[in-house]
């Protein structure tokens, strides 16, 4: 069993930087992949980068990538988002989402609660 828990959401204007990051416990933090997901009111949620269990492999949606950094810290037992240039059409709930169980579509097995991201015109 894993337990996520994100943190470091908040209300930024346009253009500004926020870093997420995702505390895991349970199962050794290092020995699966993980990624972050979002969801906007009213629409799915959305794929936004993931990163495999040593960190050396990420990937990005194409609406981030440039822009946002996915990172983890085996030793803390944490992942980070580093969000950058941010845009209002940004503004989500963002997820993490531990232990991969499908490639296509992406599925996780472990899911944190959200942490909200607000980005201001």
């Known amino acids: 069993q894993v337990q996520l828990v994100e943190s470091g959401g908040g209300l930024v204007q346009a253009g500004g930087s926020l870093r997420l990051s995702c505390a895991a416990s349970?199962?050794?933090?290092?020995?699966?992949?993980m990624a972050w997901f979002r969801q906007a009111p009213g629409q799915e949620r959305e794929f936004v980068a993931a990163?495999?269990?040593?960190?050396?492999?990420?990937d990005y949606a194409g609406s981030v990538k440039g822009r946002f950094t996915i990172s983890r810290e085996n030793a803390k037992n944490t992942m980070y988002l580093q969000m950058s240039s941010l845009k209002p059409e940004d503004t989500a709930v963002y997820y993490c989402?531990?232990?991969?169980?499908?490639?296509?579509?992406?599925?996780?097995?472990?899911w944190g609660q959200g942490t909200q991201v607000t980005v201001s015109s």
């Open positions: 349970g199962r050794t933090f290092g020995s699966y992949g």
């Open positions: 989402a531990g232990l991969p169980v499908r490639i296509s579509p992406r599925e996780y097995a472990y």
């Open positions: 990163i495999n269990w040593s960190g050396g492999s990420t």
